[in-house]
């Protein structure tokens, strides 16, 4: 049986909320919303997230994955397909939230969940110079970061233990961000470094933390 939940709003109204707001998905339809990131302007600050609200049918998962073409993916390829899929292809018509421990997908009229690995969970990170905006749950179909298609190096670090449990040089997704699964249940430092600029904050991937992150300034 399907799960539903509140999904992707901004920390600086939602975080507590966020806590407490998963639902079992009855027989009936439950409503299910979803708020996507949407693209910084220029000199702004957090931007309004636009929201969809659809009535989630029971039963209707296998239809939904089948339709994308992603019924023979685990979730690990899928989150990964989408995260990478060109903006101007994102198919309009669908959300995907990575939350702490599954991934929603909706169509309006349709939902699907898909249950990530045991103790591994997915932090996207859009680091930025200018301009950002307020995001929770990672949006794989709406949310744009500043810097697409930039050459980072980015290192991850376990404050508990010290130590590193990612230290890589990659490019950024066409959407400004880049993911990577990490143990679940850690707090710790991202620190990415480009073209001259570095910047770092906190993150958690605790069943409370957030999935997207949005606060890296590069200076």
Known sequence: ?????????????????????????????????????????????????????AAAQPGS???????????????????????RLPVEERPADLMASV??????????QREATMALPEGRSYVSIAPFVDATHDCF???????LGEMSGEDVDVVITDSATGE?????????F??????FWVPSDVTGTIEVTAAGKTGATEFSTRSDGPTCVTDLKLK
């Open 174 to 179: 066409d959407n400004g961000f880049v993911g």
């Open 164 to 172: 590193t449990v990612v230290d890589e040089s990659t490019t950024t």
């Open 137 to 143: 749950y990672h949006s794989l179909t709406t949310c």
């Open 99 to 108: 939350q702490p421990d599954e991934l929603v997908l909706t169509d309006g």
């Open 1 to 53: 049986m399907a799960k539903t939940a509140l999904v992707l709003r901004t920390r600086s109204d939602m975080e507590i909320y966020m806590k407490t707001t998963k639902f079992a998905l009855g027989a009936a339809a439950l409503a299910l919303t979803l708020s996507g990131c949407s693209a910084p302007g220029p000199g702004s600050g957090p931007s309004a997230d636009s929201e969809e609200s």
């Open 61 to 83: 998962a296998e239809a939904l994955l089948a339709d994308l073409d992603l019924g023979d993916e685990d979730v690990t390829e899928v989150i990964d397909r989408l995260d």
